[in-house]
């Protein structure tokens, strides 16, 4: 086991991969036998894991602190060495798929595997080089200006993450000046921030007509790997979140506006859940994982061992502070098969959130590690937060120890906060298609597109007055749009799997809780739909699904006296 200050990093040479992967190729091309060919996807899974190792440790050491010189001076490395790695690894790749042998190499690593390699290969050509180190050092541009928010607030200079409890306050004024002093530095920002997705938008649509794409629609499909569904399929969920999302969300915030007892709810109302003050852990960082570690030590021996693992090796880095990059996220460090979680704990319930969500990640990692294949380490990313949306839901039973007095608000808040951020995380997927579709676009129109979404999927948004919001830049805060484009819907798709959890573990937890570990071991060696159905789940794609599931929440919260929390 080794700690995580200890991991060491060592720059990875272009020329050293290079030659690398050249002899595995000759080799490759030379080799007599299955067996001699499957030794050496091996090697080069060895390879893999050296490269990802370090360039991971560059990317969490650079998130932790964006103002270390080192580390961004490796980021900007990457950056732009990535590409050039890639086309190494995809040499590689091409001698697999013509192998002779391939049957029998599909039949011991998977088809998945296959799958996955064949749509990989569609997303590169050496051509596309300098776009895509354009594209690295854009979303490196956004993640640093984001970080870089020094708001004076209260007394103090916060980020932006900081300023997340405050938007929370029972004082409406508070939450007002809050969301303000947030909409102030993204509006002074405005014009940098059009320039970068322009950039972006641009370069993208470029790299996706070299390769063949007619736009990057196609091509951030092929990028996300997704192999058995496609964006029809997605036009069709949308259509069942309209129909059967979309007016429950709006009658749960018509009941928000009377349990806070406000005229209209606005923009700066939306986190405010109850005049008693919203739910929050009742005890500092180091209790709150002190607790979580409890609450793991219980649920199985699994998480038992797993949760250790992470504390131990000091595999969290959970507070906020200046020039860390806001968010959370989970990554996997696969030289030392050590999940690492990434956060910004601010003191609201979201900490605890971020203890089951990203640890949700983690665990499956970790219980999908024996599979050694760096493709597997994760699967594709809308089965992935199945793993975390879901492990929200188990760890229910322990919210009593968080959240003490306030268990049900949480839990009522919890559970209405999946269904409203559904709506939301369709908007943000269907923008990005039209944006994509047309990448003619003026700023202005891009916002004018959101607006309009907005008056779909959130009618109840008001924003009064406020130019930076009105004028359609809500969605300049949202990372992924600049950094994973198309990487939401994902999230939706998984609420409504997390979901199906939910109501299965009310029924018969034993059993869930099996059907979910043994999702978690798969890790990434099937597609969605296939992982979907060994968990046995229903695609969120089926016609019927989301109304069925919908149904069972809404009873739920329709029981619930929320005036009285």
């Not at 999302?245 to 007892?261: S, W, Y």
């Not at 992470?310 to 507070?319: F, Q, W």
């Not at 995380?425 to 003026?442: C, K, M, N, R, W």
Request: with cysteine.
């Amino acid at each position: 086991m080794t700690k995580f200050q200890d991991m060491t990093y060592v720059r990875p040479q272009l020329a050293d991969i290079e030659a690398a992967c050249k002899t595995l190729i000759s080799r490759f091309k030379q080799a007599q036998s299955f067996t001699e060919q499957d030794a050496l996807m091996e090697e080069m899974n060895d390879l893999m894991n050296k490269i990802e190792t370090q360039q991971q440790l560059v990317y969490i050491r650079h998130s932790i602190d964006t103002n270390d010189a080192f580390y961004k001076q490796e980021k900007d490395y990457f950056d732009d060495a990535s590409p050039q790695m890639e086309e190494h690894l995809n040499a590689f790749d091409n001698t697999v798929m013509a192998s002779p042998f391939r049957a029998e190499l599909e039949e011991k690593w998977g088809k998945q595997l296959f799958r996955l390699t064949e749509l990989k290969l569609k997303t590169f050509h050496p051509d596309v080089i300098p776009d895509l180190q354009k594209e690295n050092k854009l979303t490196t541009e956004y993640a640093q200006l984001i970080a870089s928010a020094k708001i004076q607030f209260k007394g103090e200079e916060r980020t932006l993450s900081q300023l997340t409890p405050f938007e929370q306050d029972k004082d409406r004024t508070v939450r007002k000046e809050a969301a303000r002093a947030k909409t102030d530095f993204m509006s002074a920002h405005e014009e940098q921030l059009d320039r970068i997705y322009d950039d972006l938008v641009k370069v993208r649509t470029s790299i996706a007509q070299k390769l063949g794409f007619e736009n990057f629609v196609e091509l951030g499909y092929a990028r996300m790997s997704r192999t058995d569904y496609d964006a029809s399929m997605v036009d069709a969920f949308r259509k069942q979140v309209r129909e059967h999302i979309v007016p429950l969300v709006t009658a749960l915030k018509q009941r928000q506006e009377k349990r806070i007892g406000v005229d209209t709810l606005r923009y700066y109302d939306t986190s405010f859940q109850f005049t008693s003050g919203n739910p929050t852990p009742k005890g500092d960082p180091e209790w709150i994982l002190q607790t979580g570690e409890k609450m793991y030590n219980e649920l199985s021996p699994e998480t038992t061992e797993f949760f250790q693992f992470m504390r131990s090796n000091e595999l969290l880095d959970v507070l906020s502070r200046k020039g860390k990059e806001g968010g959370g996220y989970c990554t996997y460090i696969n030289d030392y098969q050590s999940p690492f979680i990434f956060a910004n704990f601010n003191g609201t319930s979201g900490d605890v959130d971020v203890l089951t969500h990203e640890v949700g990640h983690a665990f499956q990692v970790y219980e999908s590690r024996a599979l050694n294949v760096p493709q597997y380490n994760f699967p594709t990313s809308e089965s992935a937060e199945i793993h975390s949306m879901s492990m929200e839901f188990f760890a229910w039973p322990w919210m009593e120890d968080f959240f003490k007095e306030d268990t049900e608000k949480y839990k009522f808040d919890h559970l209405a906060s999946a269904l409203t951020f559904i709506p939301y995380g369709v908007a943000v997927d269907e923008f990005q298609h039209i944006i994509y579709s047309q990448p003619e676009l003026t700023p202005q129109q891009r916002k004018d597109a959101w607006r309009k979404l907005e008056s779909t999927y959130l009618p109840h948004v008001n924003y009064e007055g406020n130019d930076y919001l009105e004028n359609g830049a809500l969605w300049q805060r949202q990372l992924h749009i600049y950094e994973v484009p198309f990487y939401y819907i994902d999230y939706t798709l998984a609420q409504i799997c997390a979901l199906q959890f939910w109501k299965r573990m009310n029924d018969n937890r034993e059993q869930a809780w099996a059907d979910y570990l043994a999702l978690c071991k798969l890790g990434g060696s099937r597609s969605f739909l296939e992982l979907v159905s060994s968990a046995n789940l229903a695609s969120p794609f089926e016609d019927g699904c989301v109304s069925s599931v919908i149904q069972d929440i809404q009873t739920w919260l329709d029981r619930v006296d929320d005036q009285a929390l």
